[in-house]
C-alpha cells in the first residue's frame, strides 16, 4: 500500500490550504444533483430505482442528465449489477462530468468485481485529483478496514492524523486498524481520544483504563497511556470541582 500512503503525504500541504476555503452547494450546481440523485437511487426497492432512472434516461425526463446517469449508476450498484453501474460511469467520464463522488462510486463498483486492487488504485487517483475533499479519503480508509487490510491502512491513515488530528473519523479509522492487528493497548487509546474529541471525558478515561489492562504493549507505550490518563483524570476533577462551584 506504499502507494496510497505516498499520495496522502504528498497531498498533504495541498490539503491543508484548501481546507479552509469554502463551500456552497447551489441547487444548479453538479454537486447538487448528484446528491439528490443518490438519495433518490438509495429509496425503496432497488430494481424499482433502476427501472425509475432506466425510464428517466431512456425517454430523457430529467432535468440533470449527469445527475441522472449517476442515479442510474448508484442505482445498478445497488441491484449487484457493478458492470452497468461502470458503463454509466463511462458514460459520464466521457462526457467531462468530475466529481469525487464519482471517484468514490467508481472504486465501489470496481469492489464489488473482485478487484481490490483496482479500487485502491481509483481511490489513490481520486485523492490526488481532489487533495482538498477527505470523502475520497474516508473511502480509501474503509475500503482498507473493509478487506482486512490493517497494515496498510495504518500507513495511510499516518499522513492525514498529522494534517487533521482532530477528525474524528480518522481517530476511529486507527482505533479499528490497532483491532484488525491485535494491538490492543493501541486500539483503547485510540479509542480514547476520539471520545474526547466526541466531548465524552468519562468514556476516555474509561478507555485508557481497558488500556492500562489490555495485557500488551511495551514499556513506552504503558508510560504514555498512563500519564494521558493521569492527565484526562486531573482534568475530570477540575471540571467536577467547577461543576459544583455553580
Given at each position: 500500500m506504499s502507494g496510497s500512503l505516498a499520495t496522502t503525504e504528498r497531498i498533504a500541504d495541498a490539503q491543508g490550504r484548501a481546507e479552509g476555503l469554502p463551500f456552497h452547494q447551489r441547487?444548479?450546481?453538479l454537486a447538487f444533483h448528484l446528491v439528490r440523485a443518490k438519495?433518490?437511487?438509495?429509496a425503496g426497492d432497488a430494481r424499482d430505482a433502476v427501472k425509475q432512472f432506466t425510464d428517466a434516461v431512456n425517454d430523457r425526463r430529467f432535468a440533470h442528465e449527469p445527475g441522472a446517469r449517476f442515479g442510474l449508476a448508484v442505482a445498478y450498484l445497488r441491484a449487484k449489477e457493478p458492470a452497468r453501474a461502470e458503463s454509466e460511469i463511462a458514460r459520464l467520464r466521457a462526457g467531462k462530468v468530475a466529481s469525487p463522488k464519482i471517484e468514490t462510486l467508481a472504486a465501489r463498483a470496481r469492489l464489488a468485481q473482485d478487484d481490490p486492487a483496482g479500487a485502491?488504485?481509483?481511490?489513490?487517483a481520486g485523492i490526488t485529483r481532489y487533495p482538498h475533499r477527505r470523502s475520497i479519503l474516508y473511502e480509501l480508509l474503509g475500503t482498507l478496514q473493509a478487506l482486512g487490510r490493517?497494515?496498510?491502512?495504518?500507513?495511510a491513515l499516518a499522513g492525514p492524523l498529522r494534517l487533521y488530528p482532530r477528525d474524528p473519523k480518522?481517530?476511529?479509522a486507527r482505533a479499528k486498524a490497532y483491532a484488525g492487528q491485535g494491538k490492543h493497548l493501541l486500539q483503547h487509546q485510540a479509542q480514547a481520544e476520539l471520545y474526547l474529541l466526541q466531548g465524552s471525558l468519562?468514556?476516555?478515561i474509561e478507555q485508557?483504563?481497558?488500556a492500562q489492562s489490555s495485557g500488551d504493549g511495551n514499556f513506552y507505550e504503558l508510560s504514555v497511556v498512563e500519564a494521558r490518563l493521569k492527565e484526562l483524570r486531573a482534568e475530570h476533577a477540575r471540571e467536577k470541582q467547577d461543576a459544583q462551584k455553580r
Open positions: 441547487a444548479d450546481s438519495l433518490r437511487a438509495e485502491l488504485a481509483l481511490l489513490d490493517f497494515d496498510e491502512l495504518q500507513a480518522l481517530h476511529e468519562p468514556g476516555a485508557l483504563q481497558l
